[in-house]
């Protein structure tokens, strides 16, 4: 065969170059040149993305119709997932090393080989003995379930046109290469082409793919940001190391919503499945204390209980120091302001520590008001009984509170968990159904603080 042809091509201008660059001249980067293959040659043809007959036609001529679903029998899993794994879909699930990447995908793997037929995992970075020692510990030994330790993408094809399996894993992206580039393996330009093939063969062959990727210093997704374009769903993994729960995200999914999470506890025998994670994000919590009160979320279509803890604390020496755990910087920041300003807390030489129990990451702007209950509790010594009360709300910076949105489902959760009384917007109006939990509505920072007192 031919030797195929290549050009290097800077990432961030897209210069072009007969030969590898450590430096840019176009842009000046550094360590900005990949290797690409130049089109043309009749000994090298790319194949198709997805091989299709289809000709254009009115839409409303197409037929329609639910997607055709795997059930991986991990409820969370599938929650995530939009209610299983689409035949013909390529998944990519990222995370920190040792989050549970791979322990979550050989117990999927298992399930669905159990379920459905021969399931091919794919492993480039351990052996067969030390897969077969993970599903032992995990109890996850189908006998439909085949690995194989292999990094070569073509060699990979002709397995899968042998075995004719019904879902397949890759662990992980970064340790496959194609022989036509000579590129190292996880470069730009093999990370792409084996992405590309990989996809090519789900579609045209209607097997749904799983395919692990590495994560960068930042926890970013490591490589080209195509690869994320080309793929139908991709999930992360949050959590840390240290800690037992782990939270699965999707970021992206074609075939379902991207707001859901799954919330799984990390065991000796493997990830288990939390059925109801309000319950166990407030195990530790105290009757009374400082700088402590529970706020909730909504997280896709299920509502969240979590506590919030904060600690004010005077500054020895230099600027006083922010620090948040599991909620956005630069909303902490906003509310100390508003504190400042309208409430007139003394915070310019006081160090600030707010952190989320149990690892979670809030989006939205509800816990707001908690944030700043927490934080004036702490200041003030002033002891919030978190047993009973919750706190929701979106604070302004006119110091007034703004209306939140799914606030009675929030409501009916916080009343199942126990919790007697709740401070929440005097803008949300709403109907309450049946016997539900007391609240008080207030319109401003102000008037909810004045409560602690």
Request: aromatic share 6%; net charge neutral; glycine share 8%.
């Amino acid at each position: 065969m031919a030797k195929v042809k290549s050009k290097f091509v800077c990432q961030e201008c897209g210069y072009e170059s007969a030969k590898w660059l450590g430096r840019c001249p176009g842009c000046s980067n550094w360590n900005s040149m990949e290797e690409e293959i130049v089109g043309g040659k009749k000994e090298f043809k790319r194949s198709p993305t997805i091989v299709s007959q289809s000709k254009p036609q009115p839409i409303k001529d197409v037929k329609s119709g639910a997607y055709e679903r795997y059930n991986t029998q991990i409820k969370e899993l599938n929650r995530v997932l939009g209610g299983g794994l689409v035949k013909g879909s390529l998944t990519l699930i990222t995370g920190e090393p040792g989050i549970g990447k791979s322990t979550l995908i050989l117990q999927a793997s298992s399930t669905v080989a159990e379920t459905y037929g021969k399931t091919l995992y794919v492993s480039g970075e351990e052996s067969e003995e030390q897969i077969k020692m993970r599903g032992e510990r995990l109890n996850s030994l189908s006998d439909n379930l085949y690995i194989v330790s292999e990094t070569n993408v073509d060699v990979i094809e002709k397995y899968i046109e042998e075995y004719e399996p019904v879902f397949v894993i890759i662990d992980s992206i970064q340790t496959l290469f194609k022989e036509d580039l000579s590129s190292a393996p996880g470069s730009v330009s093999q990370v792409k082409e084996c992405a590309n093939n990989l996809m090519r063969i789900g579609k045209s062959k209607n097997i749904p793919m799983f395919i692990v990727a590495h994560v960068t210093k930042q926890g970013e997704l490591a490589g080209p940001r195509v690869l994320e374009h080309m793929v139908d769903t991709v999930l992360h993994f949050e959590g840390e190391r240290t800690q037992e729960f782990r939270i699965l995200r999707a970021l992206k999914n074609r075939f379902g919503t991207t707001s859901e999470i799954g919330v799984f506890e990390m065991r000796e025998e493997g990830l288990v499945e939390v059925s109801n994670p309000s319950a166990i994000f407030l195990e530790s919590l105290t009757p009374e204390a400082e700088g402590a009160i529970v706020v909730a979320t909504v997280e896709g279509t299920r509502p969240l209980l979590v506590e919030i803890q904060a600690l004010v604390a005077p500054t020895n020496a230099g600027f006083p120091r922010r620090t948040a755990v599991g909620i956005d910087l630069n909303r902490l920041n906003l509310i100390i302001a508003v504190l400042e300003k309208k409430i007139g807390l003394p915070l310019m030489n006081q160090d600030i520590y707010v952190n989320v129990v149990g690892g979670l990451k809030l989006e939205g702007t509800s816990a707001d008001l908690g944030v700043a209950m927490a934080i004036y509790s702490s200041m003030r010594g002033v002891s919030i009984p978190s047993k009973e009360m919750i706190a929701m709300g979106e604070i302004s910076l006119t110091g007034e509170l703004r209306p939140i949105s799914q606030l009675e489902k929030m409501m009916k959760e916080a009343e199942k968990m126990g919790f007697i009384t709740a401070i929440i917007p005097d803008k949300n109006k709403f109907r309450f159904d049946g016997n539900i939990m007391k609240y008080k509505g207030v319109n401003t920072l102000r008037d909810a603080l004045e409560l602690l007192s």
